[in-house]
């Protein structure tokens, strides 16, 4: 087993969690509420500053300063999620949770928060040249759709999670194409031109155990380039058009054998002739180069006997 592969199937250090948030708009209507009660203590103790002692009037002051930079501070923890987006919440470097929640929400004012989109993606590869299970070289490319699943594994497992979906869906296509061949000599071998739903079947499992450590979901993967490398390409054509001929021979001999034995049959029911084995071959012989010929047969009369 790979490295990568050995890496998804342990443990993750970190899974995504709820963070501890509230609705944005309760918060944002009581840090309002508190600035404006701390402007209006300021300037209170502002106005009662020449009938009051001083003492009350610096405690006004002071206690309206106080009362605006909490409420500042409350405010400092409103964020919005937009959707397709998470904000993975942090409280001096420890993970608190994730926020999916839609619209304005708050948290504590101290944490930090990282935006993260939980959008479909598409990641296509670059044209690679490889070798196949018969040691050909052919070029394929593949495209994979695929999303963030667990936000804190694509935080904190992976470095970078989108190079590293890049980088293993490169790793998991180049593998595929060297287990299976591009077309198989035996009818019953998968083949990567000839089953092409089952190969990315086993593309799909393949990228899953690959980049499930960085919390991402494969949802569908496709080839989009496939085919011989230019150096060989002119050989298998012709391998393949050989191939197409004999099929095609295979069938018209089977069809045309099948006539020669109706027609023999019918021809015995209804006794419209008595044939013998040499006149039975010899029809079978003009019947099989009129049925298998490539071109019209042009007609023969005798005017003798067969024996003649």
């Known amino acids: 087993m790979s490295e990568a592969m050995a890496t998804a199937t342990s443990r993750p250090r970190v899974q995504e969690r709820p963070a501890a948030d509230i609705a944005g708009g309760t918060a944002l209507t009581v840090g309002l509420v508190g600035l404006l009660a701390g402007v209006g203590t300021v300037a209170a103790g502002a106005v009662t500053s020449s009938h009051v002692a001083g003492g009350v009037t610096a405690a006004l002051i002071a206690g309206g300063i ?45 944490t930090s928060q990282e935006k993260l989109s939980t959008r479909v993606r598409n990641h296509e590869t670059p044209v690679m040249k490889v070798n196949d299970a018969y040691g050909n070289p052919i070029e394929l490319a593949a495209v994979v759709v695929w999303r963030v699943e667990d936000t804190a594994q694509a935080m904190f497992e992976v470095e970078d999670f989108q190079e590293f979906v890049a980088t293993q869906t490169e790793a998991a296509v180049r593998h595929i194409a060297i287990e299976y061949p591009y077309d198989a000599h035996d009818e019953d071998a998968l083949s990567l031109r000839g089953n092409a739903e089952e190969i990315t079947e086993k593309l799909a499992e393949e990228l899953h155990e690959r980049v499930e450590a960085a919390g991402v979901r494969i949802i569908e993967s496709r080839f989009t380039h496939l085919a011989y490398a230019p150096e060989i390409a002119s ?24 006539m020669v034995e109706m027609a023999l049959e019918r021809i015995t029911e209804q006794d419209i002739v008595e044939l013998d084995d040499e006149r039975k071959a010899a029809m079978v012989s003009n019947l099989m180069v009129v049925l298998c010929g490539d071109r019209a047969a042009q007609p023969v009369l005798n005017t003798g006997t067969l024996y003649q």
């Open 66 to 110: 106080l009362i605006g930079l909490a409420s500042l501070v409350v405010l400092s923890g409103l964020c919005t999620v937009a959707p397709g987006e998470a904000q993975v919440v942090q409280l001096f470097g420890r993970y608190r949770g994730t926020i999916r929640t839609e619209g304005l929400r708050w948290v504590n004012p101290f």
């Open 235 to 258: 050989a298998m054509l012709q391998r393949q058009q050989a191939g197409a001929v004999v099929a095609a021979r295979k069938m018209i001999v089977e069809g045309a054998v099948g």
